[in-house]
Nanobody, 124 residues
Framework: HVQLVESGGGSVQAGGSLKLSCTAS????????MAWFRQAPGEDREGVAAIYTADGTTYYADSVKGRFTISQDNAKNTVYLQMNNLQPEDTAMYYC??????????????????WGQGTQVTVS
């Protein structure tokens, strides 16, 4: 049974930082693509960052480049999203996703098969 457990959301002031974590079952983590998406109220789900756990290749949406960093810990089957210089427009529910594909053209929610429950990030 594939499972993703997210943590790390919260409320911060503009310019602050948060670090999200997503721990996956082994089958969902190893040699797989994992990603972070976000969805603000009334908006479509947006791909933020992705990582291919086999070799660490990463992708970032233009809106977060230079501010967000996705990383992995193979010993813990965990992917992180370090978010710095957060802005009010980053406010959204953040979702971890696994068992998907992505390209340099971007992240598509429909290309990922497994999702976490989401963690709220609020920037004021």
């Amino acid at each position: 049974h594939v499972q993703l457990v997210e943590s790390g959301g919260g409320s911060v002031q503009a310019g602050g930082s948060l670090k999200l974590s997503c721990t996956a079952s082994a089958s969902a983590y190893h040699d797989n693509s994992m990603a972070w998406f976000r969805q603000a109220p009334g908006e479509d789900r947006e791909g933020v960052a992705a990582i291919y756990t086999a070799d660490g290749t990463t992708y970032y949406a233009d809106s977060v480049k230079g501010r967000f960093t996705i990383s992995q810990d193979n010993a813990k089957n965990t992917v992180y999203l370090q978010m710095n210089n957060l802005q009010p427009e980053d406010t959204a529910m953040y979702y971890c996703a696994a068992e998907g594909t992505w390209s340099t053209y971007g992240l598509v929610p429909g290309d990922f098969g497994t999702w976490g429950q989401g963690t709220q990030v609020t920037v004021s």
